[in-house]
């Protein structure tokens, strides 16, 4: 049932690529501006389940370990909003061999982010939070020296500025000042109103993304499918990449760095498109 669905979910959101990392330690749940703001799962334990199935409740769709159903840390009925999701979910739980291992199941973590609702934030508090990001994001933040380094910050980073200024109509500018730019008040006053059209899932999903990069900017890029899921996590670790390649890389350390960190961004993404998916999957895919 879930190997059809996974060709699905791959076949629609093509810029959400999951690598597969090594072992990371516990506590690498979803982590907000101020910190502390979701869930950091367990390392891991012994695998309960044999079979991992979804039905569909009266608050949306459920996933069953068996004939379990799964509940949030909080105790609440594990109930996610679209079928496209459940099915992303179970895939997780599906997808784990003899031992658990919960900090690789990164959508279950924000769901149940989602669900219990740990630092009781509205949907304004949210968004605040998201926009809050701009006035210290990362492709805006330049360096005078190096001058190579400089030369590659333009290059690599103003694209993406001036396609972000086009996309929603604001002026955003970069600064070298350790003040960071001016980020004038009708530019976060839009992003408010366009982050307002996402639902409360959604939103926590993007905060979860501009956390990873430290850039709203990069982020919203990558939800409109502009870059792709590497690319944004290349351009979020520009200056660590200029002093790898100056200065060679600490043996696998930095590749891990790496794996992990477009692992959480994919799985951010994916979640937000997910949480924003409004048809039906075909039952015939659930079936194959």
């Given at each position: 049932m879930?190997?059809?669905c996974?060709?699905?979910?791959?076949?629609?959101f093509?810029?959400?690529?999951?690598?597969?990392?090594?072992?990371?330690a516990?506590g690498?749940?979803p982590?907000g501006?101020?910190g502390?703001?979701?869930?950091?799962?367990p390392?891991e334990?012994?695998?309960?389940?044999q079979?991992?199935?979804?039905?569909?409740?009266?608050?949306?769709?459920?996933?069953n370990l068996d004939?379990?159903?799964?509940?949030?840390?909080?105790?609440?009925?594990f109930?996610v909003p679209?079928?496209?999701?459940?099915i992303?979910?179970?895939?997780?739980?599906?997808?784990?061999?003899?031992?658990i291992k919960?900090?690789t199941?990164?959508?279950?973590?924000?769901?149940?982010?989602?669900?219990?609702?740990?630092?009781q934030?509205?949907?304004?508090?949210?968004i605040?939070?998201?926009?809050k990001?701009?006035?210290?994001?990362?492709?805006?933040?330049?360096?005078?020296e190096p001058?190579?380094?400089a030369?590659l910050?333009?290059n690599?980073?103003?694209?993406?500025?001036?396609?972000?200024?086009?996309?929603?109509?604001?002026a955003?500018g970069?600064?070298t000042?350790i003040?960071?730019?001016?980020?004038?008040a009708s530019?976060?006053e839009?992003?408010?109103s366009?982050?307002?059209?996402y639902?409360?899932?959604?939103?926590?999903?993007?905060?979860?993304?501009i956390?990873q990069l430290k850039?709203?900017?990069?982020s919203?890029?990558?939800?409109?499918r502009?870059?792709?899921?590497?690319k944004?996590?290349l351009l979020s670790?520009l200056e660590?990449?200029y002093?790898?390649?100056?200065?060679?890389?600490v043996?696998?350390a930095h590749?891990?760095d790496?794996?992990?960190?477009?692992?959480?961004?994919a799985?951010?993404?994916?979640f937000?498109?997910?949480?924003?998916?409004?048809?039906?999957?075909?039952?015939?895919l659930?079936?194959?």
């Open positions: 879930l190997s059809g996974r060709r699905l979910l791959w076949g629609r093509p810029t959400a690529r999951f690598p597969r990392p090594p072992p990371a516990a690498s749940g982590v501006p101020g502390g703001r979701g869930y950091a799962p390392a334990r012994k695998r309960f389940y079979n991992v199935s979804i039905s569909q409740g009266e608050g949306g769709f459920e996933i004939h379990r159903k799964l509940k949030t840390p909080q105790g609440k009925l109930t679209s079928e496209a999701l459940a992303a979910v179970a895939t997780e739980w599906d997808s784990q061999k003899d031992t919960f900090y199941m990164h959508l279950t973590t924000l769901c149940n982010t989602a669900l219990d609702n740990p630092t934030r509205n949907k304004m508090q949210l605040r939070a998201a926009v990001f701009l006035e210290t994001d990362t492709v805006c933040y330049r360096v005078e001058a190579a380094l030369e910050q333009r690599e980073w103003d694209p993406v500025v001036a396609w972000a200024e086009k996309r929603y109509n604001v955003i970069s600064s000042s003040l960071g730019p001016n980020i004038p530019t976060k839009t992003f408010v366009h982050l307002a059209s639902n409360m899932w959604a939103l926590q999903g993007i905060e979860y993304v956390t850039s709203l900017i990069l919203m890029g990558l939800i409109d502009h870059i792709t899921v590497e944004a996590v670790r660590e990449e002093q790898i390649q100056r200065w060679g890389s043996e696998w590749d891990y790496l794996c992990e960190l477009r692992a959480r961004t799985a951010g993404t994916l937000v498109h997910l949480c924003s998916e409004s048809s039906t999957v075909k039952h015939k659930l079936q194959d």
